[in-house]
């Protein structure tokens, strides 16, 4: 790696780390870095997811104040993300790279979607329920973070997208809150992933190093933006970021 190469991973890490612990996405800015510099696509995937997990554990250390009295929901969502995790990790080593090109857009295009009618939609749901929505969430919620979890341990752009779009709508509670969860999710589906892939795949540890050195300080960054945000500020990021990436699968 030329000093060059290792500015620009770095770089392109800590805003990874930013932008993953506002929104999601930051696989998008380094995954074509990556590219750009020829590192093997299931390589460059790989190294880093792995990369990631330290950015992921910063900005959710850097949202600790959002987190208190939602133990319960991050332990009983947990298992779901640990589970999605892993079967996404595997199926990325057993199944060719086009496998997910046709729904990663239609993924992406669901939870925006989501995401700007989320508080409409999570309204009527809790209108419809007894007392209004479960501590816990709706009975939905488990597994669809189970399917953003799969989707994350494959590939991970926008799953911060998903995640937050779920817990919008099933979950009773303020999108600061809901984005510290998301971090929470997004570390123990990036972690599972990157524990498989450190025993079986081929890892490049220069570029897993160089990005998780920058994911770090770009996880605290993104917690002192992420939390100065009034929420429609927020959501309007979050579509951004998802529009952009939607984008960049058709270009």
Known sequence: MSPW???????????????????????????????????????????????????SLSGAW???DQLVGQRGLVLRLGSAALLGGTIGAVLLLVLPSSA???????????????VVLGPRISRRVAARSD??????????????????GIYGGYFGAAQGVLL?????IGVDDTLQRHNAVKNILAALING????????VADVDWSIALTIGAGAIVGG???????????P????????????????????
């Open 100 to 114: 997910f090109d046709a729904i990663v857009p239609a993924l992406i295009a669901l939870g925006l979607v989501l």
């Open 164 to 168: 937050l779009a779920i817990l919008g």
């Open 131 to 148: 007392g209004g929505l479960p501590a816990h969430g709706a009975p939905w919620v488990w597994p669809a973070v189970g399917g953003a």
């Open 62 to 64: 850097g949202y600790r």
């Open 5 to 55: 190469e290792f500015l620009a991973i770095l770089l392109a890490g800590t805003w990874a780390g930013t932008i993953n612990t506002v929104v999601g996405s930051g696989t998008l800015i380094t995954f074509p870095v990556l590219l750009a510099f020829g590192v093997p696509p299931v390589t460059a995937n790989v190294s880093n997811t792995i990369g990631l997990v330290p950015g």
């Open 192 to 199: 599972v992933a990157a524990v498989i892939f450190i025993v």
């Open 220 to 230: 605290q960054l993104g917690a002192r933006i992420g939390k100065r945000l009034p």
């Open 232 to 251: 429609n500020v927020l959501r309007a990021v979050i579509v951004v970021v998802g529009v952009v990436a939607l984008v960049s699968f058709f270009v």
